[in-house]
């Protein structure tokens, strides 16, 4: 699983026109899925977005993880985030899983979140043309990948 994590002021997520979900102070996490992903995956990187501590303390320290602070969670897929771009000028997604295999991790991994963070988090919704908006607050951006654990 590869993740994009937007420290953010505020986020949501429009499809057709309709204002789905939105999220104050938290993280925006963009979410990719191939079909090597496991329920490990899920677990581990769950754990590390929001035990990520990339919210300042009281020094302006970033020091404090998105659970600490109470903060919320919009998470994303983006099949995209396994383009590949070694050929051509049109990027291949054949590394990313197919929606029978995606969407079940997809929906575990919200399950893991809302475990690992205590409450609810909000969504986009698997597969649709979504427009996301946010308002980046650094702006902080951090890329994990599960499978190199970096």
């Given at each position: 699983?590869?993740?994009?994590?937007q420290?953010v002021?505020?986020?949501?997520?429009?499809?057709?026109?309709?204002?789905r979900?939105?999220?104050?102070?938290?993280?925006l996490?963009?979410?990719?899925?191939e079909?090597?992903d496991?329920?490990?995956?899920?677990?581990w990187?769950?754990?590390k977005?929001v035990?990520?501590?990339?919210?300042?303390d009281e020094q302006k320290?970033?020091?404090?993880?998105?659970?600490?602070?109470?903060?919320?969670?919009?998470?994303?897929?983006?099949?995209?985030l396994?383009?590949?771009t070694k050929?051509?000028?049109?990027?291949?997604?054949?590394?990313?899983?197919?929606?029978e295999?995606?969407?079940?991790?997809?929906?575990?991994?919200?399950?893991?979140?809302?475990?690992?963070?205590?409450?609810?988090?909000?969504?986009?919704?698997?597969?649709?043309?979504?427009?996301?908006?946010?308002?980046?607050?650094?702006p902080?951006?951090i890329?994990?990948?599960?499978?190199?654990k970096?």
């Open positions: 699983m590869k993740a994009v994590i420290r002021k505020q986020a949501d997520v429009t499809i057709k026109d309709i204002r979900a939105a999220i104050d102070a938290g993280l996490v963009l979410l990719g899925i079909e090597a496991t329920m490990e995956d899920i677990e990187l769950s754990n977005i035990q990520l501590r990339i919210f300042d320290i970033p020091n404090i993880s998105v659970k600490d602070m109470g903060g919320e969670l919009l998470l994303v897929s983006q099949f995209t396994y383009a590949s050929k051509g000028n049109r990027p291949s997604y054949i590394k990313a899983a197919k929606p295999f995606a969407v079940p991790l997809y929906e575990q991994m919200i399950v893991q979140l809302e475990k690992d963070l205590g409450k609810k988090i909000a969504t986009g919704e698997f597969g649709a043309d979504m427009q996301v908006s946010l308002l980046n607050d650094g902080v951006t890329i994990i990948d599960s499978k190199n970096e």
